[in-house]
């Protein structure tokens, strides 16, 4: 007998629920063995944040950054 014939024997053997909670575990690892993870884009990233900076000259807070460096 199979590999595969033994554990489906024993499977179906266990009661009902335990059928099912072997499912729900094999599904979740199977899950994440399976399905690819999406890829991520720095382009997500666009426009976080962008109340911090709303009513600030950008041009003017370089400049001031700039100044500070030097004391």
């Keep these: 007998m199979s590999t595969y014939n ?3 024997s024993q499977i179906l053997s266990l009661p009902p629920e335990e059928q099912l909670r072997l499912i729900s ?3 979740s ?6 399905l690819p ?3 991520r884009s720095i382009l997500e990233l666009e426009g976080l944040g962008k109340e911090v900076w709303n009513g600030i000259d950008a ?6 950054e700039r ?5």
């Design 59 to 64: 041009q003017e807070y370089v400049n001031q």
């Design 25 to 27: 575990e094999v599904t």
């Design 37 to 39: 993870k999406p890829k």
């Design 29 to 34: 690892i199977m899950r994440h063995r399976v």
């Design 6 to 8: 033994e554990i489906k």
């Design 67 to 71: 100044a500070s460096w030097n004391g």
